[in-house]
């Protein structure tokens, strides 16, 4: 038997050592944590690399798919998922013929958001099922209470479908701990809703496959949370949801199948892949300590949506690139449903054009990228198998920390859950404000010449809600990235006159390059005119140009060390014609300071902070 030479043998092995020593020899004495390690927004290091030693000794490393805790996904002959289209009803056979229509475009899950719950009878819930095959499509219906309603029509339209009861799936979306989080009180009280929770419960027990609890820890993830609280959060909830139905007589195998989970999925592309493998197996853990008998109940169920959080008014198509990598992540991590959002939904009502695009980006992933045919493609990397462990050990130290305090109902009352978010959503706020974290085309690259459409609907993007005087708890805000950042470009879009930047580079060519570009970027973030010029040679030739323009901002943009002597005598021939910007933070600046020269931007500089400023001098 002739025997196979294996490739690598031919290579003598690595150890980490030598890689360290190798690397630490590039490095040229720089500092190896500061420069290669990530320090995520949750707290912990990412090693800028990782080797088979590194999960050797990680729990669950050898599990496969479908085996407890579910780390590899509870599929194993495929990686398949169903992509939903959410569709607003207010006219039942109009949305009926929607569904039917979208059914022949690759849909396989139709989620129904009912504006009015009290035009739900058996009428129009025939309108709107009619000619739909209930066993063929996941039906999944929303609204503000009713469900116990909607289960009822749904039991009697698969009576007179003749259809089978066990392969109707789908969910109710009940969820009256996300409705109290995000108004701050319930139209009844809380232990009561959890009794109509239960009966709801019951209701569904006939349909083994109709969730009627849809958890949104998705509204974590707009609110500004990070990957970790998300995580912990929404297991704590269906902890929540487990020990309020068990305590009322629900058996912990009928509440587990129950429940669904809907994570929002973020830009970090692997680790939102690792969030949902560690999300898992959390809650693997939960079921196991309510003693779920029933392995099939053990699973989580998981639903996607992409994000709002990062979602923009500006540049809207960037919106499809970010929805795509999302959808990638959900899919890699073993999601059982998708929602891709529209790219227009932040700012408008979504139009035929944008859920096409948002339906066909699954559908790409599906039929021509083939994502649906590994399970747990993940399996084996070094650093998602390691970033999978990071995130389940620390979400369950939160969640541990909630449940010392009693629970997330308890939390959510004592205010534990909105410090929580409120901190984490400052540090991203304040992220994006001094572009530590990048939004292209909003705080990054902003297209200038573009203009607020018209078709944006600006109360949708700014109106917050109002809350009640007498509220239970301290509703959650929600908001996104970028809306400071839109604030300021639509003021300037709505302004008299788009303010004008001269942008004065002189001297050093590296320096007052690099700079022009930098100050082009910072101003373009608020929408101002850009007039972009080559190196002057002379101070003369440059304010004779920029009086010419009759700019209202002039950047001057040259080396620290030219500083001193250019910008006092651009700023004396101008100051009375112009405000008049440095581009850096030179060490001269005191000196700057004393000759009445007092603005600069530089790359510590809080941006929202610096052009509302601005805006301010300009009358903005």
């Not at 999302?326 to 408008?348: C, H, N, Q, Y």
């Not at 009759?550 to 943009?557: A, G, R």
Request: charged share 25%; glycine share 6%.
């Amino acid at each position: 038997m002739v025997q196979k030479e294996r490739l690598f043998d031919q290579f003598p092995p690595v150890t980490t050592k030598e890689w360290l020593d190798k690397i630490n020899s590039d490095l040229k004495g720089a500092d190896f944590n500061k420069k290669l390690v990530w320090k995520t927004n949750e707290g912990f290091d990412v090693k800028p690399f990782y080797r088979m030693e590194d999960v050797e000794n990680l729990m669950y490393i050898n599990t496969l798919p479908d085996q407890s805790p579910y780390l590899r996904g509870t599929k194993i002959n495929n990686n398949n998922w169903l992509i939903r289209q959410n569709i607003e009803v207010t006219n039942y056979s109009i949305a009926n013929r929607k569904a039917l229509t979208i059914l022949m475009r690759g849909i396989d899950s139709l989620g129904f958001i009912i504006s009015d719950p009290e035009s739900i009878n058996e009428k129009n819930f025939d309108l709107l099922l009619e000619r739909i095959f209930l066993e063929g499509v996941e039906l999944n219906f929303l609204t503000n209470g009713k469900a116990r309603e909607i289960i009822d029509l749904i039991i009697n339209c698969v009576k007179k479908s003749y259809s089978d009861p066990n392969k109707i799936r789908g969910a109710i979306e009940a969820d009256p701990l996300s409705r109290l989080m995000l108004n701050g009180t319930l139209c009844i009280p809380p232990e009561e809703g959890f009794d109509y929770l239960a009966s709801v419960v019951n209701s569904a027990a006939s349909l083994p496959h109709l969730r009627v609890i849809h958890l949104n820890a998705s509204n974590f993830n707009n609110a500004g949370a990070d990957i970790v609280q998300e995580l912990a959060f929404g297991i704590s909830m269906g902890n929540e949801y487990m020990a309020q139905l068990t305590q009322r007589g629900i058996s912990s195998d009928m509440a587990a199948s129950k429940i669904r989970f809907s994570f929002g999925t973020g830009s970090n592309y692997f680790p939102e892949i690792a969030k949902l493998r560690a999300a898992r197996v959390l809650w693997s853990v939960v079921a196991n300590g309510f003693q779920v008998a029933r392995e099939e109940n053990l699973k989580m169920d998981i639903h996607c949506v992409t994000s709002e959080w990062n979602k923009t008014v500006y540049d809207p198509y960037v919106n499809m690139l970010r929805t795509q990598t999302e959808a990638m992540s959900a899919i890699l991590g073993g999601a059982d449903s998708l929602t891709v959002e529209p790219f227009d939904k932040v700012f408008r009502h979504p139009d035929e054009f944008s859920e096409r695009i948002a339906r066909n980006q699954q559908l790409i992933l599906k039929e021509e990228a083939y994502f649906d045919k590994v399970a747990d493609p993940a399996a084996g990397s070094y650093y998602i198998e390691n970033l999978t462990n990071l995130i389940a050990e620390n979400a369950w130290k939160l969640f541990l920390e909630i449940e010392d305090q009693g629970g997330f109902l308890a939390c959510l009352k004592s205010g534990f859950i909105q410090t929580k978010l409120s901190e984490s959503g400052a540090k991203r706020k304040n992220d994006m404000a001094t572009r530590k974290a990048i939004l292209l085309g909003t705080n990054q690259y902003p297209n200038t010449q573009e203009k607020i459409s018209e078709t944006v609907d600006l109360k949708k993007l700014f109106d917050k809600k109002l809350f009640e005087n007498e509220l239970i708890v301290e509703p959650i805000q929600i908001f996104r990235g970028s809306e400071q950042y839109d604030k300021l470009r639509i003021a300037t879009d709505k302004a008299t006159r788009r303010p004008v930047v001269f942008l004065l580079p002189i001297g050093n060519p590296v320096m007052s390059k690099a700079r022009s570009q930098f100050s082009a970027n910072f101003f373009g973030c608020a929408g101002y005119q850009l007039i972009e010029n080559q190196i002057f040679i002379t101070v003369d030739d440059a304010v004779k140009q920029s009086v010419k323009s009759k700019s209202d901002i002039v950047v001057i943009c040259s080396s620290d060390e030219e500083y001193p002597l250019i910008a006092p005598e651009i700023f004396m021939k101008l100051k009375d014609k112009a405000i008049i910007v440095v581009a850096g933070n030179p060490a001269c600046r005191e000196e700057l300071n004393s000759k009445g020269i007092d603005n600069f931007i530089h790359v510590r500089s809080n941006v929202i902070e610096t052009l509302t400023e601005f805006n301010n001098k300009l009358g903005i």
